[in-house]
């Protein structure tokens, strides 16, 4: 049996349910995940697209991730909350912004990317894994959150 957990936009337009366990999360603290979360940093948890069951059409722009890699940004068109990024479009493999989710309190960061660019005042637990900018391959990392 398998959990479900659902989420979507600030204004509703856009939902998903996830089916399955939800997988370990991080946070990251540079300039970019500061302009596209409008705050401190992000949180996000990496994933399969085809985990999720989406209604509504996200809209998507493209980025260059710090990797140089093409990066789209999919997001509600109407509200403008961030959803996910993938490194294709369609997405594929994603990264699921954690504050869509309908309850995601629960959810601790288990490492942490670019601490040389935290905001004054955010305390990390010593105890995650944390980089002044980011493993040479930060996929891999991703992937091996929480191992
Ligand atoms: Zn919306
Ligand atoms: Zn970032």
């Not at 600030?10 to 990251?28: D, E, F, H, K």
């Not at 288990?110 to 601490?115: I, P, T, Y």
């Not at 900018?133 to 991703?142: F, G, H, K, L, Y």
Request: glycine share 10%; with cysteine.
């Amino acid at each position: 049996m398998s959990d479900t957990h659902t989420g979507g936009c600030q204004c509703g337009a856009v939902r998903y349910r996830l089916s399955g366990s939800i997988p370990p999360a991080y946070a990251c603290h540079c300039g970019e995940c500061k302009k596209q979360s409008a705050s401190a940093f992000s949180m996000s948890i990496p994933m399969a697209y085809e985990v999720l069951t989406v209604t509504g059409t996200a809209k998507v722009f493209e980025t260059t991730a710090h990797s140089g890699k093409r990066k789209y940004n999919y997001f509600c068109g109407d509200c403008g909350t961030r959803l996910w990024h993938s490194g294709t479009n369609p997405p594929s493999a994603i990264t699921l912004k954690v504050g869509t989710l309908d309850h995601s309190e629960y959810i601790a960061p288990v490492g942490h990317l670019w601490v040389s660019k935290k905001q004054a005042g955010i305390m990390l637990d010593p105890e995650t894994d944390q980089h002044q900018t980011q493993p040479d391959n930060v996929s891999a990392w991703r992937n091996n959150l929480g191992q």
